[in-house]
T-cell receptor, first 113, second 117 residues
Framework: QKEVEQNSGPLSVPEGAIASLNCTYS??????FFWYRQYSGKSPELIMS????GDKEDGRFTAQLNKASQYVSLLIRDSQPSDSATYLC?????????????FGPGTSLSVIP | DAGVTQSPTHLIKTRGQHVTLRCSPI?????VSWYQQVLGQGPQFIFQ???????GRGNFPDRFSARQFPNYSSEPNVNALLLGDSALYLC????????????????FGPGTRLTVL
């Protein structure tokens, strides 16, 4: 059973701090990794995708991928109360569009003003 | 451009009934995937449709089925509803290019909240 694991949290950080969200996955053949943000009662919203080892930055968000360690993380700099949400890590099993995307259970983030 | 649309927003059914949900993908997207999300958990993959065919299926019983139409919209059906089918049902669309599977990205609709009494 291929799995995606995340710390369920809740993770609490003060406003302005860096929030670090972690995710591990079991399928070594995975090539595509995604972070989604989900506010309570809403649907997931794509934050970032990453496909190559290393860092990818987009504004206050940085995704980090280490395929050898089967580890992907999301850093949120200068955290704001509006960042309070559940963050979902998602991994595509294979290399084609038809390979299913598996989601982790999500990490709940609370940014304290 | 409009994003992924789903209807209805909310639905209440009783055990044993059946339900049909609806999803229209982003214009130009050819693939529609469906997910079930129970409160406190991540979305669980139900199935994916591309070119009117089921391309993948998660660990869900045959009570769950779907169709995809020539305009790439999709309608899943759930028969003989159980209390445990109460969840948020999410539709996600993607371009599904044949030669760029690695970068293919899913975008979600607002979801349909199904309550089974």
């Amino acid at each position: 059973q291929k799995e995606v694991e995340q710390n369920s949290g809740p993770l609490s950080v003060p406003e302005g701090a860096i929030a670090s969200l972690n995710c591990t996955y079991s399928d070594r053949g995975s090539q595509s990794f995604f972070w989604y943000r989900q506010y309570s009662g809403k649907s997931p919203e794509l934050i970032m995708s990453i496909y190559s080892n290393g860092d990818k930055e987009d504004g206050r968000f940085t995704a980090q991928l280490n395929k050898a360690s089967q580890y992907v993380s999301l850093l949120i700099r200068d955290s704001q109360p509006s960042d309070s949400a559940t963050y979902l890590c998602a991994v595509r099993e294979g290399k084609t569009s038809y390979d299913k995307v598996i989601f982790g259970p999500g990490t709940s983030l609370s940014v304290i003003p | 451009d409009a994003g992924v649309t789903q209807s209805p927003t909310h639905l209440i059914k009783t055990r044993g009934q059946h339900v049909t949900l609806r999803c229209s993908p982003i214009s130009g997207h050819k693939s529609v995937s469906w997910y079930q999300q129970v409160l406190g958990q991540g979305p669980q993959f139900i199935f994916q449709y591309y070119e009117k065919e089921e391309r993948g299926r998660g660990n869900f019983p045959d009570r769950f089925s779907a169709r995809q139409f020539p305009n790439y919209s999709s309608e899943p059906n759930v028969n003989a509803l159980l209390l445990g089918d109460s969840a948020l049902y999410l539709c996600a669309s993607s371009l599904a290019p044949a030669d760029q599977g690695t970068t293919d990205t899913q975008y979600f609709g607002p979801g349909t909240r199904l309550t089974v009494l």
